[in-house]
Nanobody
Framework: QAQLVESGGGLVQAGGSLRLSCAASGSSFSSLIMGWFRRAPGKEREFVASITSNGGTTDYRDSVKGRFTISRDNAKNTVYLQMNSPKPEDTAVYYC?????????????????WGQGTQVTVSS
């Protein structure tokens, strides 16, 4: 069983950068697909990015491709989301997720474990 704790959210100017971290506990972390979802006010939660258990393959929603990078360090039980050139429309609560699934895994129902979320606000 995995427990996830996000950090690194906050206020950032458009065009700046921000890195989210997600610390996982639980012995099965290295075998899980990890990812990030987000929910903006008044909107449904949406897939942002995911990474395979060994970090060899990544997947992104189109609107963040080329700007966001997901990575993981299994030795540190941590997954990251590097956000470069964020835009005001990236403002949302970002959730770290983990689960066992086939690849790609873009549905929230494919992830059994969720963090509490961290707020990211991008100012224009």
């Amino acid at each position: 069983q995995a427990q996830l704790v996000e950090s690194g959210g906050g206020l950032v100017q458009a065009g700046g950068s921000l890195r989210l971290s997600c610390a996982a506990s639980g012995s099965s972390f290295s075998s899980l697909i990890m990812g990030w979802f987000r929910r903006a006010p008044g909107k449904e939660r949406e897939f942002v990015a995911s990474i395979t258990s060994n970090g060899g393959t990544t997947d992104y929603r189109d609107s963040v491709k080329g700007r966001f990078t997901i990575s993981r360090d299994n030795a540190k039980n941590t997954v990251y989301l590097q956000m470069n050139s964020p835009k005001p429309e990236d403002t949302a609560v970002y959730y770290c997720v983990a689960g066992r699934s086939t690849w790609p895994a873009r549905s929230p129902y494919e992830y059994a474990y969720w963090g509490q979320g961290t707020q990211v606000t991008v100012s224009s």
